[in-house]
């Protein structure tokens, strides 16, 4: 038991890689397995932490790939994502800039022995964007291809007024929502570091009068 949640992070990182060929392939057989295989590695990302919590199973090991599989398993979905045009380049320059700051800022806290915690905006982020992935990878694997944001091809008609097209069309505004949450994590976050840059600069002025 005491290894589980970090065999199940490690399973993760495993399955990003065979997602992110399978998105590669661009074909809608490849698009159903690799929705199958993200909705599984989505579970484990709720169950190795759920799992580490409840049964103390905490340890540095299990935080390190717990938050690299964890990032490493969206950025690179996208970044796949980005290569068949199924996503735009800013919407992952913009999740990718938050990941790179919220990292930063988590450096810091720790450095002077602080936890900036995790907030709303960040919780709702992550759950809007594992959704958007899922649903997009879904609609994929269905056919869709003709009622698209990403390129933008957004035409009502017979042939787009169907599931598999407007399922696509919805993955792509939760890809917009995702983004937009993202913006605000990333805010929350730069917030709640404030007061720990406000006491280092104090305590940086008190020391230059000593």
């Known amino acids: 038991m005491r290894n589980v949640p970090n065999i199940l992070s490690i399973s993760r990182l495993i399955s990003t890689v065979i ?6 392939v661009d074909q809608p057989w490849a698009y159903l397995v690799a929705t199958v295989l993200f909705a599984l590695s ?4 709720y169950l190795d932490g759920y799992l580490a919590r409840r049964y103390n199973l905490v340890s540095p090991l299990g ?22 045009h199924l996503v735009s380049s800013w919407i992952v320059f913009i999740i990718v800039t938050r990941e790179f700051m919220v990292s930063g800022l988590r450096s810091v806290a720790a450095a002077r022995g602080k936890v900036i915690p995790a907030g709303k905006w960040g919780k709702q982020k992550t ?51 995702a983004t937009i949450w993202t913006i605000f994590s990333g805010i ?23």
């Open 42 to 45: 989505a579970v484990t990302d």
């Open 19 to 24: 997602v992110f060929i399978l998105v590669l």
């Open 127 to 177: 759950f809007i964007t594992l959704i958007a992935i899922g649903v997009v990878l879904l609609a994929k694997g269905l056919g869709a291809h003709l009622l698209s944001l990403f390129p933008w091809q957004v035409a009502f008609n017979s042939q787009t007024l169907v599931f598999n097209e407007l399922l696509l069309f919805i993955g792509d505004i939760f890809l917009i929502v």
């Open 63 to 84: 935080v390190f790939l717990d938050l690299t599989a964890d990032k490493v398993f969206v950025v690179s979905i996208l970044i796949a994502m980005i290569e068949v």
């Open 188 to 210: 929350e976050y730069t917030v709640g570091a404030i007061p720990i840059f406000r006491e280092e600069i104090k305590e940086e002025k008190q020391n230059s009068t000593i």
